[in-house]
């Protein structure tokens, strides 16, 4: 099956511009996230999808960053204005209740530098 | 709250010397784990997972990891190890309840593997 899709794979812009970032989950997923991960600091969940709802984003800066995943299968993830806090790698992962509990697959995920 | 604490950002072996990377969790319901590995520019992959049942738990790659509950432990084995070895290591906890995710996870450790 293919795997996680993520795009752009790198993406460089100035503190005050805006990023956004696009995911398409392995098919038949039904849940998504987007982890944020700071260089030397494990993955960070921003976000978690069932379908086309959130079910946990009580970590997500609501104030510059947002997420949407309009028909329950790909997604984007956004922020503006950007942040030099925010240079991290986005990543983006699906799981399904088919390959057992808490099993995510992860894509390669979308490293930002801002400047 | 859930945690995991790695002990040691980094870890040097030889190559064919046993590999161990120590995992130590925080849950108040009993958790599930896991290690991921993460190769340079890639995304997460998982390695192993612990829900229920036999504690000692087989990956891929000839890796394995034990769940101790009286240690409240899960650290990562590997008899010998390879120069493709080489990667961040991240152990995840998870309460494994409701609907899937959220994983939390450790800083990670980086092994490196010496000829």
């Known amino acids: 099956e293919a795997g996680v899709a993520q795009s752009p794979r790198y993406k460089i812009i100035e503190k005050r511009q805006s990023v956004a970032f696009w995911c398409n989950p392995i098919?038949?997923?039904?849940?998504l996230y987007w982890y944020q991960q700071i260089l030397g600091q494990g993955p960070k969940l921003l976000i978690q999808?069932?379908?086309?709802?959130?079910?946990?984003d009580s970590q997500l800066p609501k104030d510059r960053f947002s997420a949407e995943r309009l028909k329950g299968v790909d997604s984007t993830l956004k922020i503006q204005p950007a942040k030099l806090e925010d240079s991290a790698v986005y990543l983006c992962?699906?799981?399904?209740?088919?390959?057992?509990?808490?099993?995510?697959?992860f894509g390669a995920g979308s490293r930002l530098t801002v400047l | 709250a859930q945690s995991v604490t790695q002990l040691g950002s980094h870890v040097s072996v030889s190559e064919g010397a046993l590999v161990l990377l120590r995992c130590n969790y925080s849950?108040?319901?009993?958790?599930?784990l896991f290690w991921y590995v993460q190769y340079p520019n890639q995304g997460l992959q998982l390695l192993l997972k612990?829900?229920?049942?036999?504690?000692l738990v087989k990956g891929i790659n000839g890796f394995e990891a034990e769940f101790k509950k009286s240690e409240t432990s899960f650290h990562l084995t590997k008899p010998s190890a390879h120069m493709s070895d080489a990667a961040e290591y991240f152990c995840?906890?998870?309460?494994?309840?409701?609907?899937?995710?959220?994983?939390?996870f450790g800083k990670g450790t980086k092994l490196s593997v010496k000829p």
């Open positions: 992962a699906s799981s399904s209740q088919r390959s057992g509990a808490n099993v995510l697959t």
């Open positions: 098919s038949g997923h039904a849940t």
């Open positions: 999808f069932q379908n086309n709802g959130v079910v946990d």
């Open positions: 849950s108040s319901v009993p958790p599930y």
């Open positions: 612990y829900t229920t049942g036999a504690t």
């Open positions: 995840a906890v998870s309460d494994g309840g409701g609907s899937q995710g959220n994983l939390i």
